[in-house]
C-alpha cells in the first residue's frame, strides 16, 4: 500500500460527547480521445467516473473513462476556478459529507463545491469532457453537499451560521433564488470543527421536501418546498434514532434509510407529508467503525466504513425494512488485505491511521459496477455486484489522485 501520514481519530467517541462569474479551464485539461474511443488499451469506453480533487490552492475534477471491464483511464482534470477546503481536526475526510460533487443527468450538468472559497462551480457535460465553468457564492459558509431537483438546487454551507441556500439551474449556470436562504440553528466557526458540520442535504424523491442531516445536534431536518423552490419558514426536527446521523438515501419505494456514524447503524424511515419521520427499522448496527457514506447500487445499498477499511451490504424489503448481509458486517474489503491487516495491527491506537481510508461511493446507472473513494490510500476501487450483493474487485485506480496529507485530501465521487 502507499504510505501516507494522519490520525484515525475516535470519531464516534469525539462526536457524541450573487453574481454568476465565469471559471477558467484547466491548463492541465487532456485533450484526450472521443467519447467511445478511449479506455484503458484495448478497451472501448462505456461510461465516466469523476472525482473532485478539492485541491486548497486550485480544486479540479479529475476525469476518467470507464471500460465496460469497469477498468479506469485518465481523461482530464477541469479546474473549478476556486478552492477546496479542510474542515478542522478531520481525520481522513476533509469535507465530512456527501454529495460534494454531483451529476444532473436531466440537463447534463456536473455541480462541484468550492469549500476553500465559499462558492459553487457547474459545468455543462458534453460526452467526456466538461465545459462551460460558471461559479457563483454559495451563500454562506464552507459549501460541503448539493442536493439537485429538477432545475431547483440547494447548497449546504457548513461553517459559520449553517445554512441551505437555494439556486435556479439555468443554461448560463446557476442563479440564486431570493429569500431562499434558511439556517439550521447550528453555529460553528467559519471552517467547521468536523464533528459539528451537518454532513448532506438531498431531496425527497419527488422533490416536494428537502432533507438535511446534523451531526451535532443529532437531528434530520425536513423543509416543505413550494412550486417556486422556496422552503417553508421552518424545518420539521426529527431527533435521530442513533447518534451522528451522517449520509441519506432513499430506495426505489421513497423509504429513507440514514447512517449513524456513532456505532455504524442504518435506520430506514418513511417519510410523511407533514414533514415528520416515522421509524421502520431502527439502527441496524455492522460492528464495523464509523460508518457514515451510503449509496444505491441496484437492489442493494453499499456503506463504507473508514475506521475498518470495509464496506457493507444492506438490503431493504417491500416495506422498509432494513438487513445486512456479508460476515460480520463486511462484504468486501477496501483497500484489500493490506489495508485489513493494518487496522489489525493499529488496534485502538488512534495515533496512527490504518487502512485505505474509504469514504465516497458511487455506483453506475445500471447498479452493476461500484466505485469506492479510499482517502488515505490515493485510490479508487472499483467492484463487480454480483446478483447476491457480492462485490468483486475488478479495477484499483491508484494514479491521477491526491493521496490525504495534513487534512486535505479527494472528496466526492461520481459514475456513470
Known amino acids: ?42 478497451e472501448a469506453s462505456a461510461g465516466m467516473v469523476f472525482v473532485q480533487s478539492n485541491n486548497p490552492r486550485h480544486n479540479a475534477v479529475l476525469a476518467f473513462r470507464r471500460a465496460a471491464s469497469g477498468k479506469l483511464s485518465p481523461a482530464g482534470e477541469y479546474r473549478t476556478g476556486g478552492r477546496g477546503g479542510a474542515q478542522k481536526d478531520n481525520p481522513f475526510d476533509p469535507l465530512a459529507s456527501q454529495d460534494s ?3 444532473d443527468r436531466a440537463h447534463r450538468m456536473m455541480l462541484v463545491v468550492n469549500a476553500g472559497s465559499n462558492s459553487v462551480t457547474t459545468f455543462q457535460v458534453r460526452g467526456d469532457r466538461l465545459t462551460d465553468p460558471r461559479t457563483v457564492p454559495s451563500g454562506g459558509e464552507f459549501p460541503t453537499s448539493i442536493a439537485v431537483s429538477g432545475r431547483t438546487v440547494y447548497v449546504l454551507n457548513a461553517g459559520g451560521r449553517t445554512n441551505v441556500t437555494g439556486f ?17 440553528g447550528v453555529v460553528n ?14 431531496f425527497s424523491p419527488d422533490g416536494k421536501q428537502l432533507l438535511v442531516t446534523t451531526k451535532s445536534a443529532n437531528t434530520i431536518e425536513v423543509f416543505a418546498v413550494d412550486g417556486h423552490g422556496r422552503l417553508s419558514s421552518r424545518a420539521v426536527s426529527t431527533r435521530s434514532a442513533g447518534d451522528v446521523p451522517f449520509s441519506f438515501v ?40 464509523v460508518l457514515c457514506w451510503i449509496a444505491r447500487a ?29 460476515e460480520d458486517g463486511v462484504i468486501a474489503p477496501a ?9 489489525a495491527r493499529a488496534g485502538m491506537d488512534a495515533a496512527r491511521a490504518p487502512g485505505a481510508g474509504p469514504i465516497d461511493l458511487a455506483a453506475t446507472a445500471d447498479g452493476k459496477l461500484l466505485y469506492v473513494q479510499n482517502t488515505l490510500a490515493g485510490t479508487v476501487e472499483g467492484f463487480r455486484v454480483g446478483d447476491d450483493g457480492a462485490l468483486r474487485l475488478v479495477s484499483t485506480l491508484d494514479k491521477g489522485l491526491p493521496v490525504f496529507s495534513n487534512g486535505n ?8
Open 1 to 42: 500500500m502507499r504510505r501516507r501520514t494522519g490520525v484515525l481519530c475516535a470519531v464516534a467517541v469525539l462526536i457524541t460527547g450573487g453574481a454568476v462569474s465565469t471559471g477558467i479551464a484547466s491548463a492541465h485539461e487532456n485533450p484526450g480521445r472521443r467519447p467511445g474511443h478511449g479506455g484503458p488499451p484495448g
Open 101 to 103: 460533487l454531483v451529476f
Open 168 to 184: 435556479r439551474m439555468t443554461p448560463n449556470g446557476l442563479r440564486p433564488i431570493s429569500r431562499s436562504t434558511r439556517e439550521l
Open 189 to 202: 466557526d467559519a471552517v467547521p470543527l468536523f464533528t459539528d458540520s451537518p454532513p448532506q442535504v438531498g
Open 250 to 289: 432513499f430506495d426505489e419505494r421513497g423509504h429513507l434509510l440514514v447512517t449513524e456514524a456513532a456505532k455504524s447503524g442504518v435506520t430506514s424511515y418513511a417519510l410523511q407529508r407533514n414533514g415528520r419521520l416515522k421509524v421502520i427499522t431502527r439502527s441496524v448496527e455492522s460492528g464495523q467503525q
Open 298 to 326: 441496484g437492489r442493494f445499498f453499499y456503506g463504507t466504513n473508514p475506521g475498518s477499511s470495509t464496506i457493507s451490504v444492506y438490503s431493504v424489503d417491500a416495506g422498509g425494512r432494513v438487513s445486512i448481509g456479508g
Open 335 to 343: 483497500g484489500g488485505q493490506a489495508a485489513l491487516e493494518e487496522v
Open 409 to 416: 485530501g479527494m472528496e466526492g465521487i461520481v459514475a456513470w
